[in-house]
């Protein structure tokens, strides 16, 4: 009975089961953290399914964390038993899918590549060489973010590198294919060529290398589906016949294109549910607008909105620490939330001297926790029940420093691609050659393990298949062919076919073949390469694994070193990939799992199965909840971060501190270090977040000082002098706050401190011209100053 659809009814509230089952139009979830929205929507597709009979086919179910999907997809499988899950994904996992069915029209085969960070950045640097550019000519990272806009600025773009086949011309432009592909790519060297300047011509030199690769990037892989279901009506019509029912958490961060994928996409039937909460807008530096979910209403008629006002999550204790902090936001609107939970554990706050013992602290209890549970026995603590929360990855050194040297376990989720690792990769990139061929995997792979396959020699086919027009791979077997090594490569029916073609257009090759062959292992790899080419598509991918690594002698290359770190990432690999087939089932083929690994990071990884402290940034944490969590560095300057620049962007701050804050179930750690070493003290400011808060309901297990307190108030006061923070929003900028004429905030007896000034006893309020009399303890007479400006209490 534990997964049956009535014990889950039976454990939805009122307001829940109606966002359920109001399952035709638009609807609206707005709630607070804790709330149940994303239970709501899970068990909303378990209605559709068990109660309406839809097929899991004609359901898009967009989760924000691939995490969040596979544990969905686990969820309903356990309920549904072995059904097909159909289109539960992040919006790029379901462009993914959306591209592998219809890129083709685009002229891009199916097994198209996903590039990531780091595979960009090569394509970049290739297109520097290409151009005569240097590194101190422009930079890569500001290069890629320019790519990234322009391109998402101008869908267009994608005309540029992709041909318009219509399904029915499909097969005979199909046939011109090559020469039209060429055309293309000249176009986009001469657009380069003739570039305005350097940003321009970088970016169409990236676009043709992307083209000569088939690949996409991760920007692409949204707007390349934007763009055909925007000029192929046929697409269109289709797949939103095909959505009956569209849905998506976190609605609240969406960017504007998603916002439009997710309209388009449910256009037809019209049934598009979305769950949110404002407070918890916490990518607005990525294109998130947290009036995408305030305005839904306005854009979508007939709009039901459902508000969910239990608390399923924290206990009333904690609920008080964000509850204080997200008032202090102007730009919201006010949501009631009641805890369901009783009671519960005072939250904790520790002032530390510097983050050292910041660090000593957080371990101490971390111990304490786990120690005296397990002493009461049962139901107690697990390493994995912890969660350490930061604002800034550069913030968990001195924990990990500090769990290090107690021995206990952790893991940290960095957010980058666990594919990023080097022997991870340098495996994926010999699976990316049987597939692609591209010159990305070709260069990482060659030489690795080392097969006297030098620079030198790398530039000499360069060079060759620069004049050929052809990929660094094509060109080194076309080497091979003409040096006659060919029978040392097993004769198999692609191969002899590509090498034909090769050998059709037999221009002279102007250095000897064989020469550069010699002293080198480069025909092995040839063969290896070969060999599974041609088979790749009847294997299984944890086979190929095993094979490449063996065959390849890379695992061998690092047993020799000893480097039992990379073995062990090995191992993990295979793991997922017996995951993988393993829920794909026959289906798993080698494209479709690289074009998957791509848009995994290590911050999808299965948290709970290691009994291990969590470590991440809030903006990890989304989402999730843990019975204990610390939140560590609350400083100014770090949380908020020093870069924010105006209100809008540290009321997103106090977005995060209010997502950081209701991930905790039971046990809630606040703490800040005074000093980043120990040594000179006093260098660092509690944060504005800690200052908002109710002390008092607090069980503060070391505070600050009253003179670090009032130097604090005055310090954020006058820094947001400095950034502009001290202005109000415009007044059709903020919601609900209506300008008012400034008002007094203190009264006759009140300490203030005033930033020139220091501090001093209000004497007298006028409020006919708005001002405060104050008696400054280092005047005689007292002054007058005015209502608005910025004095603290002191
Ligand atoms: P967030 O805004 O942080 O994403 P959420 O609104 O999505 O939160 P959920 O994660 O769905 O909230 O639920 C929070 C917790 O409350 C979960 O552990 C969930 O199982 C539990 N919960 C939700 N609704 C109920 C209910 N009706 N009865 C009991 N527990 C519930
Ligand atoms: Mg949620």
Known sequence: IENSLEWERSRLDKEQLEAVETTEGYVRVVAGAGSGKTRTLTHRYLYLVKEMGISPANILCVTFTNKAAAEMKKRIRSILGGDDSGYISTFHGFCVQFLREEIHVLNYPKEFMILDEDDQKSLLRKAYADLGFSLKDLKISSVLDFVGGRKANDIGYVSLFAEHLADEVGASAAENAPAVENEKREHLVELADEAPDKWMAVYYRYLYEQKKNYALDFDDLILVTLYILENFPEKLDKWRKRMMYVMVDEYQDIDGQQYCLADLLSSYHKNLFVVGDPDQTIYGWRGADINRILEFDQFHKGTKTILLQNNYRSTPSILKVPDAVIKNNKYRIEKVLRPVRAGGKTPVFYHAKNTREEAKWIVERIQNAVQNSVKNGAGGVHYKDIAVLYRMHSQSRSVEEALMSESIPYKVYSGVGFYQRKEIKDIICYLRMLVYADDLSFIRTVNTPKRQFGPKKMAILQAFADTRKVGLYEALLEIVYEAGRLNDVAPDVTTQAELSSVGNDHRKIDFDCKEFLSRSNVVEYVKLIEKYRSRYKDMRVSELLSKMLRETKYEEMLRLDGDEDRLDNLAELKQGILEFENYYEEDASLDEYLQNIVLFTNADEDSQEKDRVQLMTIHNAKGLEFPYVFVCGLNEGFFPVKRVQNKMQLEEE?????????????????????????????????????????????????????????????????????????????????????????????????RVVHKIFGIGTVSGVDKKNFCYEITFDKFATPRSIQFDFPLVRG
């Open 654 to 750: 106090r977005r995060l501190a209010y997502v950081a804050f209701t991930r905790a179930e039971n046990v809630l750690c606040l703490s800040d270090a005074e000093d980043g070493v120990a040594g000179e003290s006093g260098s660092r400011y509690p944060s504005r977040f800690l200052l908002e808060m109710n002390m008092d309901e607090l069980d503060v297990a070391r505070g600050f000082s009253d003179d670090l307190l009032l130097a604090a108030r005055a310090f954020i006061a006058e820094s947001d002098r400095n950034r502009d923070l001290m202005n109000d929003f415009d007044e059709d900028e903020s919601l609900g706050a209506v300008k008012k004429a400034p008002t007094a905030e203190f009264a006759v007896g009140d």
